[in-house]
Nanobody, 121 residues
Framework: VQLQASGGGLVQPGGSLRLSCKAS???????IGWFRQAPGRQREAISC????????VWGDFKGGRFSISRDVTKTTTYLQIDSLQPEDTAVYYC????????????????WGQGTQVTVSS
């Protein structure tokens, strides 16, 4: 399975971005998760979508600023991020599991290359 993440960039505080993750080579109904990693910090699990679990948003990412969705073909998964703040600056990754979401990065089988999000005025 190959994943291609895109949509990152430089945005001012308060702005929004929609990240995309295009998946290819999978069979069946995948679970796609979004993670992020800021410099000097551990990778954080943001959200995941799967047929089995629906949509899961973890921990500090609850509250509505982060929204995951995917197209009807399940090929492209999106992460909408609103009201961006400087602390959201990180590399954002999407990752694939065959089924069922969880927040443990080691259980995901394939990873995209990451897309950089920088929030700065």
């Amino acid at each position: 399975v190959q994943l291609q993440a895109s949509g990152g960039g430089l945005v001012q505080p308060g702005g929004s971005l929609r990240l995309s993750c295009k998946a290819s080579g999978f069979i069946g109904d995948p679970a796609i998760g979004w993670f992020r990693q800021a410099p000097g910090r551990q990778r954080e699990a943001i959200s995941c979508i799967s047929d089995e679990d629906g949509i899961i948003v973890w921990g500090d990412f609850k509250g509505g600023r982060f929204s995951i969705s995917r197209d009807v073909t399940k090929t492209t998964t999106y992460l909408q991020i609103d009201s961006l703040q400087p602390e959201d600056t990180a590399v954002y990754y999407c990752a694939y599991k065959g089924s069922y979401c969880n927040q443990y990065a080691v259980t995901f089988e394939s990873w995209g290359q990451g897309t950089q999000v920088t929030v700065s005025s």
